[in-house]
């Protein structure tokens, strides 16, 4: 596979040779209405985005060209220079020189551009409407050109959707085929259905790849707007941004980008203090935010973190108890993490302004879904006086999901591994009942434990969370998972194995059950339920 | 998979065949009661798909009914309301089953002789599929028009709302119920999984 910094260069020719095209063809125009300011607006886009481009990639000759242009064009726009015969026949040539540059950039005998024309086009800019421009002549580019088309093609991502969607099927086909040839034992039959196997793997780690794009191209973007929300709420913020290369997959970039945008917003109005504010605790008078991207296995992290006030818990305590999301006594014994845990509640604020930017009611609640929604998870940290990081764990693709398989009541679930923290095996008598649940020591950890049997299939009546009596087997199977800063061990019937599965939504009028992320076929063809963790855990809250 | 047009029934250990359905209705009789009052101008028919719910005959017009075939393996899903059966796999596609006699409270009548066998019809509706699970083999009548009752009196008095009921057939001193399973998918169901 290509480096990225060759992909980078590929992609920043073809948009360079877009933007020839598209400049040639304006300047053509604009030769014949000169006073056409909407064309003379266009060209000034074009080289403006061609200068910036080619700066960052580090290509000075063409960024340094384009700035020549540019200035050029600006001069025709103020009317300081007229578009006269002799200007246009440089502008011409400048293009073309443009154009030569892009084409010639991984050729290295090309050398330096011509420096009879760059000086042309000094003069033209310095000479402002100078009546005797003594321009030298240059050779004439147009002459031995070849015509090519790009190497790069736009996609719609609707079309790359049903790509990926078509390969999901063809995926849960194959483990079927690949299954089957192995009970039948016929080796041509296994043979073909192994290569079948590694084709079909390859397809779809190429299509994945063809939907992902650099964080970058969202991170880009905050500078502008953090500056814009800082000035408005008086403050100043200085904002770092890491790992900006980090691949993803577009879809999941969309949907979490209104979250981003929400989570900066509030860091800025709610977490970092006014500069006066911030003297008198001993920080610096500049708020730092900080943008990072990783990756941890096959997730995406992406962390947002502030040197603001951080969370007050006591506050937190107080309004979840007025807002009767817990009862007071309860409330008094919580930790600070189970109190994070009451900011993602529909709802609940703290926020006792409304500002331009935040306070007006959309919670972190919708953060949480929407990052719910792609199956993956968010956390908070927050220390009072030093500030407040949400990290949240992104799945790098949609479709296709690391999954831990297992059975309950003869019937197959699985559970995203973005959700589980680990699998332990427990002898029943480790196991204690406290109150009406289950408690288990895990690596020092006290940890609430279900039966998943007794909390999917015993009349709601009648269920009984706690009694350890309903448990069959001296050694219980428990998955560990984790959902909104707290954890709660499932244990199951059978533990499987760990496999890539591709979910499919529930089709209507299931879709309305959140208990359920999806399905999907296993090679078997059997039908396994795949569990929402996020679900799994509410429900599990409401009932006891 | 998007399956053509007409409507594919599935025979495989069917006890006795159901028409395959022609589009054109004009041949099919559904039995000797059937008279054609004006044998000049060919009465308006209309295809069903008969079925038994309880004790009674149901039935659902074949446009509503995109196969019918036996019932595959059904996988339970916890927690959903109790005339979910759950979901299964028919030709690739994941369809929930649901069962009609729960969801209308009919009781249902369990004869020893019959075989565990259960047919499901696959409904199609504008944007998804359904399964219906029926007991007995369904059976093809065409009928005219003119043989359903849209606006019997009684229907105030039965629990099943009357807007899933087109209207009362009789043929051959049968009572046929035929519902229009459209509004029973759109209306009722979904509102009742969100609760």
Known sequence: MKSREQEYKEIFIAEALEYYDALNRHISDL??????????AEIFRLLHNLKANAKAIGYLHISDLSHKLETAFSLIRNKELSFSDEVVAVLFDGIDLLGDLITNIDNDSYGEPDPVLLRNLDIIVDNLSGSTIELAKVQRYNTSKNLSLSDLIYIQIKKLDHMLNLVGELMIDRDRVLSISRELDNDELKSVSSHLYRITEELQYSVMDARLVSIGSLFNKFPRIIRDIATAEGK??????????????????????????????????????????????????EGHVSLVARNDRDNVVIKLSDDGKGIDFKQVRKAAVEQKLVASDVAAGLSNSDLLGFLFEPGFSLAKEVT????????????????????????????????TSFTMQLPTSIAVKGALLFEVADIFYAIPLIHTESVVAMETDELHEVGDVLLADVKGETITVVYLNELLNAPEETMRLGDKTKLSGLIQNIIIVSYNNRKLGLIVDKMYRQQDIVVKPLSKPLDTIDLYGGVTLLGTGKVCLVLDVPAITRYFIHRR | MKRDKNKSIDNEGLAEPVDSAPTSSDLHEAGPSETTPNPHLPEETVH????????????????????????????????TPDF??????????????????????????????????????????????????????PQSLNLSVSKI????????????????????????NRLIIVLDMFKILTHDEISELTE
């Open chain 2, 84 to 137: 979910v059966k759950g979901v299964a796999n028919i030709r690739g596609d994941i369809i929930a089953i649901m069962d009609l006699e729960e969801r209308f409270g009919i009781r249902p009548v369990i004869d020893a002789n019959s075989s565990l066998l259960t047919y499901t019809l696959v409904i199609e509706a504008k944007d998804y599929s359904i399964g219906v699970v029926v007991r007995e083999v």
């Open chain 1, 31 to 40: 030769e014949k209405r000169p006073q056409d300011d909407q064309v003379l």
């Open chain 2, 48 to 79: 069903l798909i008969v079925f038994k719910l309880g004790a009674e005959d149901y039935a659902i017009r074949i446009e509503q009914v995109k196969e019918v075939t036996v019932t595959p393996n059904v996988t339970r899903m916890p927690r």
């Open chain 1, 236 to 285: 100043t913020i200085n904002l770092s941004l890491i790992g900006q290369e980090i691949q993803i997959d577009r879809n999941i970039l969309q949907i979490i980008t209104d979250s981003l945008l929400h989570l900066v917003r509030n860091a800025i109005t709610h977490g970092i203090e006014r500069p006066e504010e911030r003297e008198k605790k001993g920080k610096s008078r």
């Open chain 1, 356 to 387: 331009e930017f935040s306070g007006r009611g959309v919670g972190l609640d919708v953060v949480k879904n929407a990052i719910d929604s792609i199956g993956g998870r968010i956390n908070i940290d927050s220390e009072k006086g030093k500030g």
């Open chain 2, 149 to 172: 009752d849209k606006t019997p009196a009684f229907l105030q008095d039965i629990n099943i709302h009357e807007n899933y009921i087109e209207g009362i057939a009789k043929v051959d």
